[in-house]
T-cell receptor
Framework: TQLLEQSPQFLSIQEGENLTVYCNSS?????LQWYRQEPGEGPVLLVTVVTGGEVKKLKRLTFQFGDARKDSSLHITAAQPGDTGLYLCAGGDYKLSFGAGTTVTVRA | DVKVTQSSRYLVKRTGEKVFLECVQDMDHENMFWYRQDPGLGLRLIYF???????EKGDIPEGYSVSREKKERFSLILESASTNQTSMYLC???????????FGQGTRLTVV
């Protein structure tokens, strides 16, 4: 089983601040995905990173895939209350496994 | 609009009952997954299927079985429900592992 560890588990910040969420593994992944989940809903895909060293931007969200394809990060610039949610990384060549997630709370 | 539909949002069952959770997708996806989600543990894979009648154990298959008789439908079966199976159950489908997984809204199962 390819394990994914996410940190921190919880993050609470003020609107306008920046935040970074990490996803780490001892295994190499051919790709990693980031999902966001809101209460009462299933996770929804934000981005897939495929190439080592790749950086993808989605408005105020920046995703990076480590050079060795063992880790990834999600950076949110000028966070807004609408960014509140559970952020999950996922990957796997054979079966799709998820990290435990980071619960992000952005206070107005 | 793509859709993964789970048969129930909320379910309450008694210990020892046989429980069926149904999932249907309308995207002609090959892969389907069943996860359970518990606070602090994230999504843990119970079973997945990459084709009709094909199934593979995930990380926590004990106490569960699955059935995929048709491409669009993937059922999770709790043979004899126990209180430690109280959880949120999420079904997902995708074209392949590296492709986006689409999730249902989840079934919150309580076993009393």
């Amino acid at each position: 089983t390819q394990l994914l560890e996410q940190s921190p588990q919880f993050l609470s910040i003020q609107e306008g601040e920046n935040l970074t969420v990490y996803c780490n593994s001892s295994s190499v992944f051919s790709s990693l995905q980031w999902y966001r989940q809101e209460p009462g809903e299933g996770p929804v895909l934000l981005v897939t990173v495929v190439t080592g060293g790749e950086v993808k931007k989605l408005k105020r969200l920046t995703f990076q895939f480590g050079d060795a394809r063992k880790d990834s990060s999600l950076h949110i610039t000028a966070a807004q209350p609408g960014d509140t949610g559970l952020y999950l990384c996922a990957g796997g060549d054979y079966k799709l496994s998820f990290g435990a997630g980071t619960t992000v709370t952005v206070r107005a | 609009d793509v859709k993964v539909t789970q048969s129930s949002r909320y379910l309450v069952k008694r210990t020892g009952e046989k429980v069926f959770l149904e999932c249907v997708q309308d995207m002609d996806h090959e892969n389907m997954f069943w996860y359970r989600q518990d606070p602090g543990l994230g999504l843990r894979l119970i079973y997945f299927s990459y084709d009709v009648k094909m199934k593979e154990k995930g990380d926590i298959p004990e106490g569960y079985s699955v059935s995929r008789e048709k491409k669009e439908r993937f059922s999770l079966i709790l043979e004899s429900a126990s209180t430690n199976q109280t959880s949120m159950y999420l079904c997902a489908s995708s074209f392949g592992t590296a492709y986006e997984a689409f999730f249902g809204q989840g079934t919150r199962l309580t076993v009393v």
